[in-house]
Each structure stands twice: as structure tokens, then as C-alpha cells.
């Protein structure tokens, strides 16, 4: 999930020729017009949401992974596609969950507002005192091991977020030496971020605030008080994966979005948006359509402690199985309050970030700007930055792409002139809080993008030539083995983040 300012790349010209050709462009010749789209209404898929938010009211307030508010998810999303006759399976899978009991930051004295970066370690009993350090600021913060100061060792070193991740910048600082580590935020609100798997945690970290990161950056030598107190817990929890009884399948259209909220609310815009979008569009095609392709469709558990259902769901199937997969579509956050526009960017045209994603991925995106301009939407393009469930799915060559309304980012004044809504502030003002119920969703978002969602998906259930131009196992499986080469190289020697707030 990105969180960068991502400029404008499409003039309005450009768009309203799009908007002329969208129905050829998602639909390749040999398809059927998509109209499933057309099916879908705001009213049905807010009605989800309400679900959802109902679940959490009833539950501690939130859906996460391991407690009852996402086991009762689980059913109720698992008994709505068994309802509509598609094949359901919830495949068990395990994983460490990082379980916070009391944080505190103090410097030079006084009490300093920040929290654990999830997976930190914890300190010892009443925490640690160590004079702080501070990283240089550059274009890579924090990411090699000249950023930082002679004095690191035995301290706790302040470094700025950018560049690389979280985990990387801990690693770096724990190989110096330093006793433990606050990443400070690039950008206004708070730095709610993850180390990724407990495996690369190596120091105990904190994140804080640009605003009290660059007030800390003038204290070098002052005393901090740092205590964490956590722990890991294996957890048992459950994926969704509904696949139609209709359609080859060898040839299969995979969709996907997290079902799972953070601990702190109850989720409904991450991914509750996402996660209802998906489930309308299953409901409306139901689980025998006459299509050409099976179209499978999955809610992820554990996405917000790194990505784990999906990892593990790709990381399960044999190199057959994933064969068997033509493509990825992935909906994380589909209707926040101040919402963005945007579609992976699969061809790298920004050239920003993590590189292209594997062959066909471009098409995609392009397949999902002409479904947006039929809805009136100009998209913008977002990195493959590793930040939600396509993550393991290009790391095995399956070309991917999806949608987006943006988290923590903020909106510039050129996409507030172009969509609306307010310049300045956060796509979603509360990403990964409490205030994240059914009044932080733009339902006009919400829906035109489950009809874009709707749309492409239909499309590619009727043909997926114009992504992966062939029909046959082996010619996909010596290309697929191409791209791992490529990709393998392309992220030698660095670090996948994994997780929403990864970096």
C-alpha cells in the first residue's frame, strides 16, 4: 500500500479518448461486454460494511486476525458464497502474533509521545537508558551504514522513515551497535509501522511523529528512556477461498482483499472496503456463470501482521497449481473518506519504486484506467511496493494488479482539482485507528470502484489474452521461469518489506 504523493500522469484529453475506447479496452475481442459492473450497487456493497461494522461491535471492537471478531468474518463471508453455490474452502494456517502490553518513551525527562513498531523486541524489565544518536537525513535515511554517527553504539538512534524499510534501518543500527531505534514519519501523522516478521526484528524500535521526530533530531546526547514490554503468541486463523464450479481450471482469474482489521478499530475502509467490493462482485456473478475461465476469489487473514495469509495461500501451491493462476487482482482500500484514485502501476511508466511487475501486469493496469474512465475516473498509477497481498504473487511471476483510494499519503492540490475532496490531508485521516467505522468511507468511491472491480474481473473471466498471450502450461512455465530469474536478481541484496506499514 503506497504512501507516497504520486503525481499526475494522464492529461484529461488523454482520458476522455479512454472513456470512448473502455469497453473494447477491458473486454479483449473474444469476450463477452463486461456489464457485471452495471449489477452492482453502492446500497448492496455499504450493506457489507454494515456487516462487518456489526461483527466488531459485538467483538472488542475490532476484526483481527486470532480473535473472534475475524473468526465471525470469516463465516459470515464463507456462508454468503456457500449460499450463492460457488466451491468454499477456510484453509487453517498459523503464524506469530505480536501482542503489545505497555509502551513508553521518555527524553531528556520528559514523557515523549510515540509506539512499538509491531514485532519490535522487547526490552528488559523497566526498559533501557541510553544517550540518543541521530542518523543522517539524505535521500536513503538511515538505509547504509554511513548514515550514522560514530557515537551509535550503546545508544538509541533516531532515524527518519524513506527509502528503505523499517526492518532495514533497525538492522543497520543493530549491526553498529545501538541499543534501540525511533523512526520518525517523512510525512504529518502518526508512525504506525511493522518490522515485518519477528526473524528481522533485531533491536527494540519505536516510531513517532514527523513533528516530534524533528524536534528529537536537535538533542543529540540527551537521555532516553525506552520500554517495550511484548510478546509473540502462535495464532491459528483462516483464509477465504470461493472458486466458481464453471470455467477452466487451468486457466484461472484469482481476486483478492484482506479481511482482517488492526487491533485498534474496526476496519471497515481497511479492508472492509475492499473486502465488500469483492464480495458483491462474487454474489453477483454467482458460483456457476457461463465464462470461459474459473474465477476464484480469496479473503486474506493476517495481512496486518505482514502479509501472512496470502504468503502462505502462494507459498502452499505447487509450481502446478500456480501455473493454474492466469493473473492477481488485489482490492486494499477501495473508499476512503478523502479518496485517491489509483491502479498499480504495472508497466513502471512512473518509474518510482520497486520496477514493473511480472509480463502482463501492464495490461492490467491499463485494462483497470479504461473500467475507471467509464465511471467518470482518472486513475493515477501506485507502486508495487510490497504493502499488501499481491506481494508473493509477483515474487512467483503472476502478473498482478488492482485498486486503490490511498492511507496515510496525502493528497495534493492537483488530485484534490482533478477528484475532489481536501488537499493537504491523508487519503484516510484514520488509517489503522479506531475511527476507521462506516463513517470513514466515501461511498461514491466505495462504488465506483466495485463497478470498475466488477467490470475487469468479468472481462477476464471471459478471456485473459490480452495478459498472458498464451493457453498452454508450458508456454506459461517457461516464461513464469524467466521472470523468477529476473526478479531474483532485480532484489538481490535488498530487503521485500512486507505489510501495510513496512517503510
Known amino acids: ?40 450497487t453502492g446500497d448492496a456493497v455499504n450493506r457489507h460494511l454494515i456487516a462487518l461494522q456489526r461483527i466488531a461491535d459485538s467483538n472488542g471492537g475490532n476484526r483481527a486476525s486470532g480473535l473472534p471478531g475475524y473468526e465471525a ?26 501482542y503489545l502490553d505497555s509502551f513508553s518513551l521518555a527524553v531528556a525527562g520528559q514523557p515523549t509521545e510515540g509506539d512499538a513498531l509491531e514485532y519490535s523486541p522487547a526490552t528488559p524489565q523497566g526498559g533501557i537508558t541510553a544517550p540518543l544518536s541521530v542518523a543522517a537525513v539524505d535521500d536513503t535515511p538511515g538505509c547504509e551504514a554511513t548514515d550514522f554517527p560514530a557515537d551509535v553504539a550503546g545508544s538509541v538512534v533516531l532515524i527518519q522513515r524513506g527509502s528503505c524499510t523499517f526492518a532495514d534501518k533497525q538492522r543497520v543500527a543493530a549491526d553498529l551497535g545501538a541499543a534501540g531505534a525511533i523512526i520518525y514519519n517523512n510525512v504529518d501523522g502518526p508512525l504506525s509501522g511493522t518490522l515485518g516478521d519477528p526473524a528481522d526484528a533485531r533491536i527494540p524500535s519505536a516510531g513517532v511523529t514527523k513533528q516530534v521526530g524533528e524536534a528529537l533530531a536537535g538533542q543529540a546526547g540527551a537521555e532516553v528512556k525506552l520500554d517495550v514490554q511484548s510478546r509473540l503468541e502462535t495464532v491459528t486463523t483462516r483464509n477465504v477461498v470461493a472458486q466458481t464450479r464453471t470455467g477452466r481450471p487451468d486457466n484461472v482469474v484469482m481476486a483478492g482483499a484482506h479481511l482482517d482489521s ?5 476496519g471497515i475502509n481497511d479492508n472492509g472496503s475492499g473486502s465488500a467490493g469483492l464480495l458483491e462482485t462474487a454474489l453477483r ?6 465464462t470461459e475461465n474459473a474465477v476464484r476469489f480469496a479473503w486474506w487473514g493476517a495481512e496486518e501482521s505482514g502479509l501472512i495469509g496470502s504468503t502462505k495461500y502462494v507459498q502452499g501451491l505447487t509450481f502446478e497449481q500456480q501455473l493454474d493462476i492466469a493473473l492477481y487482482l488485489n482490492f486494499d482500500m477501495i473508499g476512503s473518506p478523502n479518496a485517491g484514485y489509483f491502479a498499480y502501476d504495472g508497466d513502471d511508466s512512473d518509474a518510482v519504486g520497486s520496477g514493473p511487475g511480472p509480463q502482463g501486469s501492464g495490461q492490467i493496469e491499463k485494462d483497470f484506467v479504461a473500467a475507471m ?17 499481491y506481494g508473493e504473487f509477483i515474487a512467483n511471476g ?41 463513517g470513514n468511507i466515501d461511498r461514491v468511491a466505495l462504488e465506483r470502484n466495485a463497478k470498475g472491480l466488477a467490470n475487469v474481473v468479468e472481462a477476464y473471466s471471459h478471456s485473459t489474452e490480452a495478459v498472458n498471450g498464451m493457453q498452454t502450461r508450458e508456454e506459461r512455465a517457461s516464461t513464469r521461469q524467466a521472470q523468477l530469474s529476473t526478479f531474483a536478481a532485480h532484489a538481490e541484496g535488498r530487503a521485500i518489506p512486507h505489510g501495510h506499514n513496512a517503510s
Open 373 to 389: 474512465a467509464a465511471e467518470g475516473v482518472e486513475l493515477e498509477g501506485t507502486d508495487f511496493n510490497g504493502r499488501s497481498d
Open 262 to 266: 488492526v487491533a485498534e478499530g474496526p
Open 285 to 290: 456473478m454467482g458460483g456457476s456463470p457461463q
Open 398 to 438: 503472476i502478473p498482478a494488479g488492482g485498486l486503490f483510494t490511498g492511507a496515510e499519503g496525502v493528497k495534493t492540490d492537483a488530485q484534490a482539482a482533478k477528484w475532489g475532496g481536501t488537499a493537504g490531508v491523508a487519503y484516510d485521516p484514520n488509517y489503522h485507528q479506531a475511527g476507521d467505522h462506516l
Open 1 to 40: 500500500m503506497s504512501s507516497r504523493t504520486i503525481t499526475p500522469r494522464r492529461t484529461a484529453a488523454a482520458v476522455a479518448a479512454t472513456c470512448a475506447a473502455a469497453l473494447v479496452a477491458i473486454a479483449p475481442a473474444s469476450a463477452a461486454p463486461a456489464g457485471l459492473g452495471d449489477r452492482i
Open 73 to 98: 468474518s470469516v463465516d459470515h463471508v464463507a456462508g454468503k458464497l456457500r449460499g450463492a453455490g460457488f466451491d468454499v474452502t477456510t484453509p487453517e494456517f498459523t503464524y506469530d502474533a505480536y
